[in-house]
């Protein structure tokens, strides 16, 4: 059995911190060509088995691809789904009853994009004071066949909150404005690669990935 597999993003960042976290496989992945499919799901696991499909049709070959953002309970969820997109979104109600009414494509580059999210959400939590400032990262990935068989899912979460301003140059999203509950009051665009990847959300589903891969390389003989 080929231990080939693409991996299905259009986020060159994803690309690296997957990359990095992998390096140690034994598996070749390759990127794909951009496909970025409408995310029409409701939430992260829709929006994973989507794209994981979406992509891996694309390409003709097994693919792992994931959907994952920022959940701000404060916020009634949001960013959710939307995290990617959320500066670009029609919103009504604040707080606890704020809602998606709609969105538009988003233009501009994904620096320019991810900056317009972070001060989208520091705006939206002013005067919201701890621990009401509760968040967490969330990521779905998932494993499918070029026939659309998902082989593998799992769910990764990391815990913390939002910090009162930007700090920090790494990282992309919403990095700059995320503390983790284990990284001693910085946010996570304020650690080296090497701590954020042991500490993120991507690092724990790919854990589980590694397992789900070696056992799976090993069935199929």
Known sequence: ???NFFIGTTNEAKVREIGAILAATGCTFKVTEPVDPDETEPDFEGNALLKARAYAKHAGGMTISEDSGLIIPSLNGLPG?????FSDCQLAG???TLAIKGHKKSE???LEIDKK???LVLQLMTG???PRRAASFMVVMAVATAKGEILWKGVGESHGWIA????GEGGFGYDPIFVGQDTFGKTYAELD???KNLKSHRNRVLKEFKAWLGRYLKEQG
Do not use: V, Y
């Not at 789904?81 to 997109?85: D, H, K």
């Open 128 to 130: 919201i004071e701890q």
């Open 117 to 119: 999210n972070n001060e």
């Open 81 to 85: 789904p939307w995290s990617a997109r």
């Open 94 to 96: 604040e707080g606890e």
């Open 1 to 3: 059995m080929s231990n």
């Open 193 to 195: 690669s090497m701590r």
């Open 108 to 110: 501009g580059s994904r």
């Open 164 to 167: 009162q301003e930007k700090k």
